[in-house]
């Protein structure tokens, strides 16, 4: 039985999902979809998470992550750490559809966005740099319990660097719970009534990275990834850590050769849990003919959204996560 158009999405993303699903209704094409609905959560500053204002890095500034995948073409489009766009998952749509490209970064990805037509523009807004000054006054290069001495100021000191380490490791350990889980990806996977598969994530990465960071979100196979003759998947998490193990690639791999979207999810989160037991992270799948599962760990659950036509209405399904 298939079960298409259809768009599913990390989170409760409801915005971005039923902008994609007004598109694959009227006929519309999957790729469209993605761009169209994860732009409503750029726009919109979904979570803080998503889009301009969000996330600053050590220097105070949100830089934008974002990948668009069709599952047709197995052709790509992405951004990494794009300076001054709002717009991410459009310009990754215009490196995938203008550029034999797949992937521009940084302040050249900028420039060639703004070739492309896209505005320039601050990402910074008094919300952020209130969170950003508020870090770095409080937090920022500040001597603590296991160092005597004040960490150099021109050496990243954020939570992320290699200085502040033992303190990471002392809260994974859990001897300080801080709010590791900072970072909401939207994720989305779609197909359309010709049985397109597209994906796509974006992201403002993680609060008070070290400048030039990206995550898993805008890497092919990680943050998203998508294939018509499988299916798609989308991750959303630890950044870091989950980039190592591409695990929306390994859930479609999974579905490729039988598994169920919720055990190809399942099998991709648990790579991860084998050697980093304390990360946060969900994933989720869709197969080619419209059924669909999640999988998560470290959280208590993990929610995310559907919509196709069995239903009036999108639908929240909440994961519980191992
Ligand atoms: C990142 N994965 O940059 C992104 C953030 C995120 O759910 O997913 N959050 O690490």
New binding site residues.
């Given amino acids: 039985e298939e079960n298409i158009p259809i768009v599913v999405t990390?989170?409760k993303f409801i915005n971005s999902t039923v902008k994609a699903w007004e598109v694959l209704k009227e006929g519309g094409e999957a790729l469209d979809a993605i761009e169209l609905g994860a732009s409503v959560c750029e726009k919109q500053q979904c979570d803080g998470?998503v889009g301009y204002g969000g996330?600053p890095d050590e220097n105070g500034e949100t830089t934008l992550?974002a990948l668009i995948m069709n599952g047709k073409t197995m052709n790509v489009g992405a951004v990494g750490a794009l300076r001054g766009i709002k717009d991410a998952i459009s310009v990754a749509r215009h490196v995938l559809e203008h550029t034999k490209h797949s992937f521009l970064v940084g302040e050249l990805a900028t420039q060639f966005a703004v070739e492309m037509g896209f505005h320039r523009e601050t990402l910074v807004t008094p919300q952020s740099k209130e969170m950003w000054k508020k870090w770095f006054n409080e937090d920022h290069c500040q001597p603590n319990f296991w160092m005597n001495v004040k960490p150099d100021p021109r050496k990243s000191c954020g939570p992320y660097s290699k200085q502040s380490s033992k303190k990471y490791d002392e809260d994974i350990e859990g001897h300080m719970k801080v709010d590791r889980?900072n970072?909401?990806?939207i994720?989305m996977v779609a197909i359309d009534k010709n049985g397109d598969v597209a994906a796509g994530?974006s992201?403002?990465?993680?609060k008070f990275?070290i400048p030039g960071?990206?995550?898993?979100?805008p890497i092919p196979g990680s943050?998203a990834y998508a294939d018509n003759t499988v299916g798609g998947a989308a991750?959303?998490?630890?950044?870091?850590i989950?980039?190592r193990f591409l695990p929306s690639f390994l859930a479609v791999e999974e579905m490729r050769r039988g598994s169920s979207p919720t055990s190809a999810a399942r099998v991709a989160v648990e790579r991860i849990v084998a050697y980093y037991p304390d990360f946060m992270?969900?994933v989720v799948a869709l197969s080619k003919v419209g059924k669909h599962g999640a999988a998560c760990h470290g959280i208590t659950s993990f929610p995310y959204v559907v919509h196709d036509t069995t239903q009036e209405s999108y639908k929240v399904i909440e994961v519980k996560c191992s």
Avoid: Q, V
């Fill in positions: 990390t989170w998470t996330s992550d889980y970072h909401d990806t994720g994530t992201t403002n990465g993680a990275k960071r990206i995550g898993d979100s943050g991750a959303t998490g630890d950044g870091d989950m980039l992270g969900a």
